[in-house]
């Protein structure tokens, strides 16, 4: 799937000026700039596309993305907080010390994206997919998790403390290290060659020591 497909491709026409704050922004693309520090909280982004950007230093708190297309942009120290996403898919993507805690993540979908650093504490997700992603330091704590797969991805020092979880299916996962906040699993599928990967992880969470 390319932006080509999206089916209002052809209603795009080009946004070249600054992003300002509780602004609707509806059928515009957005494409090869470097946006530094835009002020843009509670902005609406309706059936609209992202392509070769650079954010950096935004702050983009509530803004709603619906029926989106984002593609090579690069998200950096970005202030996502309380946003909205439906409907929308992001593919090779950067994501990088962005705040998202309490955002809304419904029918999203991710492609060979890096998520790095990012703060996802309180979110509520549901049918999201990480589709061949690499995600580093990713904090889903206190998350609600429905529906949400990770087919082709690798998790590394992501956390799921205190979260909620159904339907989570984790068995696609390449990797899946968690440094703590094992019991937030709970409500997720896993393999069992990922149970047996995480056995030592559960232990020591338990406090149970193993010794041959």
Excluded at 140 to 160: D, K, N, Y
Aim: net charge negative; hydrophobic share 40%; charged share 25%.
């Amino acid at each position: 799937m390319s932006l080509a497909d999206q089916p209002y491709a052809h209603l795009l026409r080009p946004h070249d000026g600054p992003l300002r704050a509780d602004e609707r922004y509806d059928t515009v693309r957005l494409a090869d700039r470097e946006l530094d520090a835009p002020q843009a909280a509670g902005a609406a982004f309706l059936e609209c596309a992202l392509t070769d950007l650079t954010v950096s230093q935004g702050r983009l708190r509530r803004a709603r993305f619906t029926e989106c297309w984002v593609e090579r942009t690069r998200w950096v120290a970005t202030d996502l907080a309380e946003t909205e996403w439906q409907d929308t898919t992001v593919t090779g993507s950067l994501l990088a010390g962005v705040a998202a805690y309490g955002s809304q993540l419904r029918r999203l979908t991710l492609r060979q994206c890096k998520v790095q650093a990012v703060n996802l504490r309180g979110a509520v997700l549901r049918d999201v997919v990480f589709e061949d992603c690499q995600l580093v330091d990713v904090d889903f704590s206190e998350a609600r998790l429905t529906g949400v797969s990770f087919p082709g991805s690798s998790l590394e020092e992501v956390r799921f403390g205190r979260a909620r979880q159904q339907r989570t299916d984790l068995r696609g996962a390449t990797r899946l290290q968690l440094p703590d906040g094992h019991e937030g699993l709970s409500g997720a599928l896993i393999s069992s060659a990922q149970l047996i990967e995480l056995a030592p992880q559960f232990a020591r969470a338990l406090g149970v020591e193993v010794r041959d």
